[in-house]
């Protein structure tokens, strides 16, 4: 069994930057694909970030350039750097864990999931 446990959430003002950080119960490695997703109050969820086990990224057009994803194998940990954020950030986000192939931040997709950290972004 995997489990996910998400940190690094809070609140910044628009243009700062948040790390978020999943730590992966289980072996990282052995999932196929991992990823970030958000969730706003009325809204549905969305997929934010991709990284598979080649180490193949993708990025939702909205943030792509300002967030970066990352796996540290040697740590059990999945990371999403974001950066210039803008008040549409604004939202609750997870780590997802999927032992198949990404397949376009589908999330039926994902066997896995954490419990969210909440990201605030004040004007």
């Known amino acids: 069994q995997v489990q996910l446990v998400e940190s690094g959430g809070g609140s910044v003002q628009a243009g700062g930057s948040l790390r978020l950080s999943c730590a992966v119960s289980g072996y990282i490695y052995s999932m196929q694909c991992m990823g970030w997703f958000r969730q706003a109050p009325g809204k549905e969820r969305e997929g934010v970030a991709e990284a598979d086990s080649w180490g193949v990224t993708r990025y939702a057009d909205s943030v792509k350039g300002r967030f970066t994803i990352s796996k540290d194998n040697a740590k059990n940990t999945l990371t999403l750097q974001m950066n210039s954020l803008k008040l549409e950030d604004a939202a609750m986000y997870y780590c997802?864990?999927?032992?198949?192939?990404?397949?376009?931040?589908?999330?039926?997709?994902?066997?896995?999931w954490g419990q969210g950290t909440q990201v605030t972004v004040s004007s």
């Open positions: 997802a864990a999927a032992r198949s192939y990404c397949y376009h931040f589908q999330p039926h997709n994902y066997n896995y």
